[in-house]
């Protein structure tokens, strides 16, 4: 089992910043690859981006690329999403979520196996 905890969302005006933080416990952390998935009223959960916890490596959604940052503490456990030049269509409730390695399809909901309970991010215009 993988325990995930975020936090961090809240009510910021577009063009503005915010930094999620996702708390991970349980399982041997290197054996996964961890994500970040938002989802907006009446639309299904999307990838914003991802970082594999022992290699350290990013990849992003084109809709965030340039905008968002991910990075990783193996010391304290946690998977931060840096939100830069925030846009209206970037609210939603925003969740960390752990893939194993021998998962493909980083880009896949159906590929991770553990979910945080999400925090709503709204940006208002």
């Known amino acids: 089992q993988v325990q995930l905890v975020e936090s961090g969302g809240g009510l910021v005006q577009a063009g503005g910043s915010l930094r999620l933080s996702c708390v991970a416990s349980?399982?041997?952390?290197?054996?996964?690859?961890m994500g970040w998935f938002r989802q907006a009223p009446g639309k299904e959960r999307e990838f914003v981006g991802g970082?594999?916890?022992?290699?350290?490596?990013?990849y992003y959604a084109d809709s965030v690329k340039g905008r968002f940052t991910i990075s990783r503490d193996n010391a304290w456990n946690t998977v931060d999403l840096q939100m830069s030049s925030l846009k209206t269509e970037d609210t939603a409730v925003y969740y960390c979520?752990?893939?194993?390695?021998?998962?493909?399809?980083?880009?896949?909901?159906?590929?991770?196996?553990?979910w945080g309970q999400g925090t709503q991010v709204t940006v208002s215009s």
């Open positions: 349980g399982r041997t952390l290197s054996n996964y690859a």
């Open positions: 979520a752990a893939r194993p390695l021998y998962n493909s399809g980083s880009y896949d909901v159906s590929s991770y196996s553990y």
């Open positions: 970082i594999n916890w022992r290699a350290g490596n990013t």
